[in-house]
């Protein structure tokens, strides 16, 4: 059996962050000790693991809730579960997107920056126009970037 905070030392994971997923029943309720101290098992480690690597390739833990209730019914098809897994990977590809077009924009910026004094900055210039990048991107940022 093990502690809450080995299981937070070999996940990597804060202990408050375990006791939240307890909360949203991502994770079970672990059993307890005659102190009240909570126990875990190989499974709640397996399952924590699991969890913690699908928030690094950045699912949402709705995404994450969704896959966990799949693999407990293992006679499920599996293009339910690639689904998800596409899904994710159309939502970093966007994201992806943003931040190269972001980048773009930078670039740009810094490219037409050739003054001496912060008067006449070019990059100041185009942050204060803040007008022209409401209306020209309806409540997005530069190239789509939420604000």
């Known amino acids: 059996m093990l502690t809450i905070g080995t299981m937070a030392k070999r996940t990597g994971t804060k202990v408050q962050t ?19 101290q909570r126990r875990y098992g190989a499974a709640d480690l397996d399952r924590l693991a699991f969890i913690r690597h699908a928030r690094e390739l950045g699912f949402s833990l709705e995404a994450i809730r969704e896959l966990l209730d799949l693999s407990d ?13 596409q899904r994710q990977l159309r939502e970093v590809q966007a994201r992806i997107a943003r931040l190269q077009s972001l980048e773009v924009e930078l670039r740009r910026m810094i490219a037409e920056c050739h003054s001496d ?6 990059i100041l210039e185009v942050l204060r126009d803040h007008e022209e990048c409401l209306s020209d991107h309806k409540g997005a940022g530069l190239r789509g970037m939420p604000l």
């Open 117 to 122: 004094r912060v008067a006449d900055c070019r």
């Open 73 to 85: 019914t293992p006679e499920k098809s599996c293009a339910e579960i690639d689904a998800v897994a």
């Open 18 to 36: 375990i006791r939240y997923y307890e909360q949203i029943g991502l994770m079970p309720e672990p059993g307890r000790t005659g102190g009240g």
